[in-house]
């Protein structure tokens, strides 16, 4: 079983539409989850950053995780053609030295 | 805001050359790390370095890999005789503090292996 499952996609939406993307992990010792978006040939950007089970809201992005089925989720409000990029779910431990990435989930926003 | 930064962008060598890859991290953080990505493939994680030492690596960083932080801001990572797989984007990240700080990423080199 991999340490980080997530689904590579692509995932095709209208533009306003509610996205959902999500992870599933085998790890119980992380502790700290994230969501990065990646535009081609670029680096990771970090949108969101929650610390163990809950959730995180900023602006049309919402976090949520829940440990004891070891599933994280990222919503995505009002898309837009801009948030056309891939999704990347990310974790680790609280040792913090390494952290394990999904595959990325590609999402085309149609405008 | 601060950022990390990545020279060279490209960088395309010969097999069996070595290349160094070179990261300013950001500012006053204190854990450093290279990850990779195969062209389609998922971010791996390669090093991670603090306090002037490797804290943890993969399987993939072997003899032919190694990491320095040679003048206190400058992190580097050096291929002794790369090979055709070596070819792919590879990504500095810098941490303030553990444990909730997060990483932040470079925008990365793109090495290709001729």
């Known amino acids: 079983q991999k340490e980080v499952e997530q689904d590579p996609g692509p995932l095709s939406v209208p533009e306003g539409a509610i996205v959902s993307l999500n992870c599933t992990y085998s790890n119980s010792a992380f502790q700290y989850f994230m969501w990065y978006r990646q535009y081609s040939r670029k680096g990771p950007e970090l949108l969101m950053y929650?610390?163990?089970?809950g959730n995180k809201e900023d602006g049309r992005f919402t976090a949520q995780v829940d440990k004891s089925s070891k599933y994280i989720s990222l919503f995505i409000r009002d898309s837009q053609p801009s948030d056309s990029a891939t999704y990347l779910c990310?974790?680790?431990?609280?040792?913090?030295?390494?952290?394990?990435f999904g595959a990325g989930t590609r999402l085309f926003v149609k405008a | 805001e601060p950022e990390v930064t990545q020279t060279p962008s490209h960088q395309v060598t010969q097999m069996g050359q070595e290349v160094i890859l070179r990261c300013v991290p950001i500012?006053?953080?204190?854990?450093f790390y290279w990850y990779r990505q195969i062209l389609g493939q998922k971010v791996e994680f390669l090093v991670s370095f603090y306090n002037n030492e490797i804290s943890e690596k993969s399987e993939i960083f072997d003899d032919q890999f190694s990491v320095e932080r040679p003048d206190g801001s400058n992190f580097t990572l050096k291929i002794r005789s790369t090979k055709l797989e070596d070819s792919a984007m590879y990504f500095c990240?810098?941490?303030?503090?553990?444990?909730?700080?997060?990483?932040?990423f470079g925008p990365g080199t793109r090495l290709t292996v001729l």
């Open positions: 990240a810098s941490l303030g503090g553990l444990p909730t700080d997060t990483q932040y």
């Open positions: 929650t610390y163990s089970s």
């Open positions: 990310a974790m680790r431990g609280t040792g913090g030295f390494k952290t394990i």
């Open positions: 500012s006053n953080h204190l854990y």
